[in-house]
T-cell receptor, first 114, second 115 residues
Framework: DAMVIQNPRYQVTQFGKPVTLSCSQT?????MYWYQQKSSQAPKLLFH???????NEADTPDNFQSRRPNTSFCFLDIRSPGLGDAAMYLC?????????????FGPGTRLTVT | LAKTTQPISMDSYEGQEVNITCSHN???????ITWYQQFPSQGPRFIIQ???TKVTNEVASLFIPADRKSSTLSLPRVSLSDTAVYYC????????????????FGGGTRVLVKP
């Protein structure tokens, strides 16, 4: 089945220690998104790629970076995680910008910062 | 994007029909209504989208009255596995696109299905 895969599902990192979360998709979708979801809150968009075109949300901290080396993979880098960055990180895709309201989400990576 | 209001939570029992109403009084002419479902510890899942009247798929039905100021997601004969948070999103597809396809999730409705 075509899908969005996130690894690892659970990640523990230390305060200030860089961490990378990965996302891959077999849907061959042009657009990929990263959302942050804190406990009992709604998902919040961090940034998205349309092909290789990177778009950062205005309020996304500089501590968060992303890479998309090819269509299938996208990475979220947190350069210096703080305790407030503990959250579920969700990767999503959409087939085109025109169908961006219909997004396919991965299972998420739950990040714990100690 | 139109502001939406949903109940915070709803309880139901297996086999019952669950109806979740979303209010969106300031919906604009070009706005569509989209629902997502999120199971615990999983990402949201697109369920259904509609503009007016009724839309049905294998998962749910969406009822939209003529004035479009509200919409109702109907889940037929729920099971324990339908326990999830259901989000109602309202927006102009082109506006969503202009905003970078940012899906603005509101509070959602936490549905608990009991045996």
């Amino acid at each position: 089945d075509a899908m969005v895969i996130q690894n690892p599902r659970y990640q523990v990192t230390q305060f200030g220690k860089p961490v990378t979360l990965s996302c891959s998709q077999t849907l061959n979708h042009n657009v990929m998104y990263w959302y942050q979801q804190k406990s009992s809150q709604a998902p919040k968009l961090l940034f998205h790629y349309y092909d290789k075109d990177f778009n950062n949300e205005a309020d996304t901290p500089d501590n968060f970076q992303s890479r998309r080396p090819n269509t299938s993979f996208c990475f979220l880098d947190i350069r210096s995680p703080g305790l407030g960055d503990a959250a579920m990180y969700l990767c999503a895709t959409s087939s085109s910008f025109e169908r961006g309201y219909e997004q396919y989400f991965g299972p998420g990576t739950r990040l714990t910062v100690t | 994007l139109a502001k939406t209001t949903q109940p915070i939570s709803m309880d139901s029992y297996e086999g019952q029909e669950v109806n979740i109403t979303c209010s969106h009084n300031n919906i604009a002419t070009n706005d569509y209504i989209t629902w997502y479902q999120q199971f615990p510890s999983q990402g949201p899942r697109f369920i259904i989208q509609g503009y007016k009247t009724k839309v049905t798929n294998e998962v749910a039905s969406l009822f939209i009255p003529a004035d479009r100021k509200s919409s109702t997601l109907s889940l037929p004969r729920v099971s324990l596995s339908d326990t999830a948070v259901y989000y109602c999103l309202v927006g102009d597809i082109l506006e969503i696109k202009a905003a970078g396809n940012k899906l603005t999730f509101g509070g959602g409705t936490r549905v608990l299905v009991k045996p």
